[in-house]
């Protein structure tokens, strides 16, 4: 399995000494690259020019090598704060894993020598590859630290992004915290969605007698290890299970932890990757609406053609599209320059409000049961159907701020295409 690790839900997390040496640069070009495709995904334009200017740099001719060791130095510090998927990403190619330098990592998110105890538990990877489990430690300052990783032949360690096991040292944690419930869902992100891992875990205490990971297709209880661990592991990303985790103590005290069930997340509904509807405002001339993957990366991302209202040429509360979309169908160069690219075939229907207050609620109909929609905060809409699902046999019941129930089919009130011809029909 091809992985790099990304955030999660838990606290700070370490990082191992990424660089080798001022010389090491195609190392340190590989660091630049995974940093800038970890910070597109989460949209941090200062620290992905910082990656960009880092591989323009290393690839220079072999000049200035004061000001080149300089440049590794800063690459091994920033990532730490940044996003600790690119310094792992870099980390999971060498032929060691080393420990952090002592003075780059915080007391309270460093383990104490001789405290780190490896969980009895395991959980089976969805791939095949070795079972996950959880490495519990406590900090110089008494901090609880975990790190999530696998089980290889009794050792600690972790598949890295050549298929390769490779031991983590003790000295290294994921997340530490004090008091309370320790929980995450830590994201090992691959080429692949088939090969992306969401390994779930926590440490809630002796008093905790329950764990159940609620998804979007069901409940599951999970096993409990000692001091309260829990672990699992998922196929995608968190969103694409809609995931909580559900903790129930000996006092009869429940505790619920969204891990990717975000109000606007959209399921898909074949369990592939999740869905997102945004809103943008172009003056006081349109309200748009448009349907993208909820985690993107790269320039080009998958997102559906844009529905808009005109605000100046209609006084209609709401507008809506409709349209079945399948691999290989874009729009062209322009104002609504969109692409499935080589997502699944899926039938979207998405729309957007006057104001972000102007529509309370939406039902669609004609997709099986009555189906509730979310309302984004910004006032926009959407729902994701199999491909089977026709664009003209669906409609909306859509309540009004004041209580008023309109209803009306996608298509209607549309604005005239801002570029003529800009997407198929």
Partial sequence: MSERREGDAGGRHGAGDAARGGDDLPGLAAFGEALVAAVRRDELPSI??????????????????????????????????????AATAVVL?????????????????????????????????????????????????????????QVQDGVFGLVGLDRVFRRLPGELSDACGQGGTLTGARVLAADRRRDVRSVVYGVAGDRLRAATLVTATGDRALELGSAGTYVAVLRGYPEDHLL????????????????????????????????????FVMGTRYRCAYVRQARASGEQRVKSPTACLGLRTSKRAWVADARTLRPGDKGVPGFDRWTWLD???????????????????????????????????????????????????????????????????????????????????
């Fill in 244 to 279: 909580q985790v559900r903790l129930q103590f000996a006092d009869g005290r429940t505790e619920r932890h969204r891990l990717g069930a975000a109000r606007s997340t959209i399921p898909d509904p074949e369990g592939e990757q999740a869905w997102a509807v945004d809103r």
């Fill in 343 to 425: 997502a699944p075939a899926r039938t979207v229907v998405w729309g957007v409000g006057r104001t972000n207050r102007a529509v309370r609620a939406v039902t669609l109909l004609g997709a099986g049961k009555p189906r509730r929609l979310t309302v984004s905060k910004d006032g926009a809409f959407a729902a994701v159907l199999p491909a089977t699902a026709k664009p003209e046999d669906l409609s909306l019941d859509v309540t009004l701020a004041d209580g008023t129930i309109q209803h009306g089919n996608p298509g209607e009130g549309l604005i005239p295409d801002l570029v003529k011809s800009r997407r198929p029909r």
């Fill in 48 to 85: 992905e020019a910082f990656g960009e200017r880092l591989v323009a740099r290393v690839r220079q001719p072999p000049r200035r090598r004061r000001l080149r060791s300089v440049a590794v130095a800063l690459a091994v510090v920033l990532p730490v704060a940044a996003t600790s998927g």
């Fill in 93 to 149: 190619r060498q032929t060691v894993i080393s420990a952090p330098q002592p003075d780059q990592v915080a007391d309270e998110q460093t383990p104490l020598a001789g405290t780190a105890v490896v969980s009895a538990l395991r959980a089976p990877d969805p791939g095949g590859g070795p079972p996950w489990t959880l490495r519990v430690a406590r900090s110089k300052t008494g901090f609880t630290c975990t790190t999530v990783g």
